[in-house]
């Protein structure tokens, strides 16, 4: 065999083998939800949003500091009333450029329904960008996404 034809062989395998990892690893940007929230109409920016649960419930949701701004550590808290929470995790996405797999996990607090943890977004060239926080509500066995959108900043010097 020729190199030409090697070196061919060589990219054709290179290339079946990112496509099926892309495949693969497709459903993680993607979260799996049985039930999805319209999107609200709430800004985070202001203060905490609530929304109403497909089924019953509602969740509360809160982003701090606020303004939310890009490259700090933010503080996530969601309230989960209504339905017995199991698990809640923010899914943060990029509304016009994908910026890739960022979901933190909450972690269930004292408080029966709450769950609070930490998130950060990374920075965006064009400085301002709208994001989607998706509250992905795990409870009996379903997965509930309810979606909210904000706009970040990024750091002055940036």
């Known amino acids: 065999m020729s190199k030409k034809i090697i070196y061919d062989l060589a990219i054709l395998g290179a290339v079946?083998?990112?496509?099926?990892?892309?495949?693969?690893?497709?459903?993680?940007?993607?979260?799996?939800?049985?039930?999805?929230?319209?999107?609200?109409?709430?800004?985070?920016?202001?203060?905490?949003?609530?929304?109403?649960?497909p089924g019953g419930g509602e969740v509360e949701f809160s982003i701090s500091p606020r303004p939310v701004p890009a490259l700090k550590p933010l503080t996530l808290s969601?309230?989960?009333?209504?339905?017995?929470?199991?698990?809640?995790?923010?899914?943060?996405?990029?509304?016009?450029?994908?910026?890739?797999?960022?979901?933190?996990?909450?972690?269930?607090?004292?408080?029966?329904?709450?769950?609070?943890?930490?998130?950060?977004?990374?920075?965006?060239?064009?400085?301002?960008?709208?994001?989607?926080a998706t509250v992905l509500v795990g409870s009996g066995g379903k997965n509930i996404a309810v979606p909210f959108r904000f706009e970040s900043a990024a750091p002055e010097g940036h």
Do not use: H
């Open 16 to 53: 079946i083998a990112l496509g099926g990892l892309g495949y693969t690893l497709a459903p993680l940007l993607t979260p799996k939800t049985d039930l999805a929230a319209p999107l609200s109409d709430c800004d985070l920016n202001r203060g905490p949003c609530r929304a109403a649960l």
């Open 78 to 132: 969601a309230r989960v009333s209504g339905i017995p929470a199991s698990q809640v995790e923010v899914d943060f996405a990029g509304v016009d450029m994908k910026m890739g797999y960022n979901r933190p996990l909450l972690a269930a607090a004292k408080e029966t329904g709450t769950f609070v943890g930490q998130g950060n977004l990374p920075v965006c060239i064009t400085g301002t960008m709208i994001w989607q």
